[in-house]
């Protein structure tokens, strides 16, 4: 894994086996509000599935001024992001289609809700029929496909899911992103489950970038990497080179929306 930055270093692996991926932390939601007051309220049940707050929302707008403005939009090719509502909120607002004149004629990339890249699990038990019923009702366009059935399997009433155990999740989930056929994603989570993701990468990141990379992450705070799969190689293929990546749109300056 490095950091995108651009440079005149030669890839040694086929751009095949390379993806960008751009992680996204929600925006402020009410459960960060109150948890600035008391920090038991993060647990508190009817925070389970907090909505952006005022803050949040204006965060999420200036993240998708930002993210037009790049052309960022127009590279992207999938959107994951957690099933709870402020991480859609946060995903379809940024990234979403409007019927705004903004939109007109501008591509918007698929948005899929993903269990795996769910908050830490073991809050309060979650009737998942009920909710995806009621967030396809509020959130059309998110394809809610990859989600388990009508019970929420990953919750256990007595414990916890632990740091070992949320580790194990996102090693899951890095391999089930080697699936997709997308190279160029975002994934739009929590800030824990984004450091879990990153620890996942980071035995492969240099370390004159790895603190800065993997540090804690604010709330719609946008990091790019570029990952590469080292357990396949596709022969009499081109590497990822300047020249290749630039003619991809790829190599290119840190996102830092």
């Known amino acids: 894994m490095q950091k995108m930055k651009t440079t005149a270093a030669q890839f040694t692996y086929p ?52 993210v037009h403005a ?44 993903v269990e795996l890249c769910r908050d830490r699990m073991g809050v309060r038990p979650c009737d998942m029929r009920r909710r995806v019923c009621e967030c396809q009702a509020l959130f059309p366009s998110i394809d809610f496909s990859m989600m388990d059935g009508e019970d929420d399997s990953l919750w256990n009433p007595h414990v916890r899911e632990s740091e070992e155990e949320m580790a194990a999740r996102m090693v899951l989930f890095i391999k089930w992103l080697w699936t997709r056929p997308e190279q160029e994603i975002v994934i739009v989570s929590h800030g824990i489950m ?41 022969a009499d293929s081109q590497l990822c080179s300047p020249r290749n990546a630039a003619k991809e749109n790829v190599l290119r300056e840190e996102v830092s929306v």
Not at 75 to 90: D, G, H, K, N
Not at 208 to 227: A, H, P, Y
């Open 15 to 66: 751009w095949q086996l390379c993806k960008t991926v751009h992680l996204v932390r929600h925006g402020q939601a009410m459960h960060n509000v109150e948890g600035d007051i008391n920090r038991e309220a993060l647990l508190s049940p009817h925070l389970f599935d907090a909505q952006l707050s005022p803050l949040g929302l204006h965060q999420v707008g200036k993240l998708r001024e930002d």
């Open 194 to 234: 984004l450091q879990h993701i990153l620890n996942v990468l980071e035995n492969d990141c240099h370390p004159t970038v790895r603190t800065d990379l993997c540090k804690r992450f604010g709330n719609c705070e946008l990091r790019s990497v570029l990952i590469v799969d080292k357990s396949l190689k596709v």
């Open 70 to 113: 790049s052309g960022l939009l127009k590279r992207i090719e999938l959107v994951v992001t957690s099933p709870l509502y402020r991480t859609m909120q946060t995903a379809f607002g940024v990234f979403g289609s409007t019927e705004s004149n903004e939109d007109a004629g501008v591509n918007h990339p698929q948005i899929m809700a």
